[in-house]
């Protein structure tokens, strides 16, 4: 064992007596309303420690907290995203449906508003992919008594002509197309001329003379000489006029959607067909002819 050499153990005595009194003088002397000195002194020692302590289980503690929150707020949004994709899944057939009930319910009050003239309700299944043809099928064929030729319509207008008939479909050929078109006439002016596709969205109307009058703007609709559709069908709106020669160039946009074709009537039979035009129709030719002046009128 290395014995202490005396001058060291004297130092080692003293500083342990002094430190003996000054706990003793902590212990008894009072630090204000704090209590006594020695315990100012723990708590101040200690207070570091403690926060340090608190801090870092704090960090930890909300950490965790919030692994788990993310957690169950992660699996709520993927719930909720799937019920939103759903809900919108359910509005977008709703809408289908409705506006589906909608072009029927159009079909249903046209076909009872003209119960003299023979027509039929058909439902497009099919449409013409290249863009060389313009056709549709639908859901009517002999068994129906649909024939070729007939003329195939919507309440808003000429659509198109029956090219062929099988059992339970048919193919209409729509004025868009290249080798489509129907017997046409000016409203205004009564000024007839055979429309035709281009093969683009809109149609043109041939062999209108170039001294004739033509304005954009006007209404066309069949003369009822082509022997498919009846007489005052709307075909569409003048929306550009060039001159030519011998011919005016005449592009027409047609009265009826037939890049949205779902439901159609086809026209079993030439009988008249009423439109909300044809009274703009009858004023028209009424106003073609020569004016009566008043003091003639009986």
Request: cysteine-free; proline content about 5%; charged content about 20%.
């Given at each position: 064992?290395v014995?202490?050499?005396?001058r060291?153990?004297?130092?080692a005595?003293?500083s342990?007596?002094?430190?003996?009194?000054?706990?003793?003088?902590?212990?008894?002397?009072?630090k204000?309303?704090r209590?006594?000195?020695?315990?100012?002194?723990?708590?101040s020692?200690?207070?570091p420690?403690e926060r340090?302590g608190?801090?870092g289980?704090?960090?930890?503690?909300?950490?965790?907290?919030?692994?788990f929150?993310?957690?169950?707020?992660?699996?709520e949004?993927?719930?909720?995203?799937?019920?939103n994709?759903?809900?919108?899944?359910?509005i977008?057939?709703?809408?289908?449906?409705?506006?589906?009930?909608?072009?029927?319910?159009?079909?249903?009050?046209?076909r009872?508003?003209?119960?003299a003239?023979?027509?039929?309700?058909?439902r497009?299944?099919?449409?013409?992919?290249?863009?060389?043809?313009?056709?549709?099928e639908?859901?009517?064929?002999e068994?129906?008594?649909?024939?070729?030729?007939?003329g195939?319509?919507t309440?808003?207008?000429?659509v198109g002509?029956?090219?062929?008939v099988?059992?339970?479909?048919?193919?209409?050929?729509l004025l868009?197309?290249?080798?489509?078109?129907?017997?046409a006439?000016?409203v205004?002016t009564?000024?007839?001329?055979?429309?035709?596709?281009?093969?683009?969205p809109?149609?043109?109307?041939?062999?209108?003379?170039?001294?004739?009058?033509?304005?954009?703007?006007e209404?066309?609709v069949?003369?009822?000489m082509?022997?498919?559709?009846p007489?005052?069908i709307?075909?569409g709106?003048?929306v550009?006029?060039?001159p030519?020669?011998?011919?005016?160039?005449?592009r027409?946009?047609?009265?009826?959607?037939?890049?949205?074709?779902?439901?159609?009537i086809?026209?079993?039979?030439?009988?008249?067909?009423?439109?909300?035009s044809?009274?703009?129709?009858q004023?028209g030719?009424?106003?073609?002819?020569?004016a009566?002046?008043?003091a003639?009128?009986?």
């Amino acid at each position: 064992m290395v014995a202490i050499p005396s001058r060291h153990r004297s130092l080692a005595l003293l500083s342990g007596v002094l430190l003996a009194q000054v706990m003793l003088l902590a212990v008894q002397i009072k630090k204000d309303s704090r209590g006594r000195l020695i315990r100012v002194w723990a708590v101040s020692a200690a207070s570091p420690f403690e926060r340090s302590g608190a801090w870092g289980f704090g960090k930890v503690r909300g950490v965790w907290n919030h692994y788990f929150a993310l957690q169950t707020t992660s699996r709520e949004n993927e719930a909720l995203r799937v019920e939103n994709d759903a809900l919108k899944l359910t509005i977008s057939q709703l809408q289908s449906r409705a506006a589906e009930a909608d072009r029927l319910a159009a079909i249903l009050n046209f076909r009872q508003a003209h119960t003299a003239a023979p027509m039929l309700g058909a439902r497009v299944i099919a449409v013409s992919a290249g863009t060389a043809s313009r056709t549709i099928e639908i859901d009517r064929g002999e068994r129906d008594g649909v024939t070729k030729n007939m003329g195939v319509i919507t309440p808003d207008g000429a659509v198109g002509k029956v090219i062929a008939v099988y059992r339970d479909t048919s193919q209409v050929l729509l004025l868009t197309d290249k080798e489509g078109g129907a017997g046409a006439m000016l409203v205004n002016t009564r000024t007839q001329g055979p429309v035709g596709g281009t093969g683009d969205p809109t149609i043109v109307m041939k062999y209108v003379a170039t001294e004739e009058e033509v304005q954009v703007g006007e209404k066309i609709v069949t003369s009822g000489m082509d022997k498919i559709f009846p007489r005052d069908i709307p075909v569409g709106t003048v929306v550009e006029v060039k001159p030519g020669n011998p011919f005016k160039q005449i592009r027409v946009q047609p009265a009826a959607r037939l890049d949205r074709l779902e439901t159609v009537i086809v026209l079993l039979s030439q009988a008249p067909v009423d439109f909300p035009s044809n009274a703009e129709t009858q004023t028209g030719a009424q106003n073609s002819g020569s004016a009566v002046p008043a003091a003639e009128k009986p």
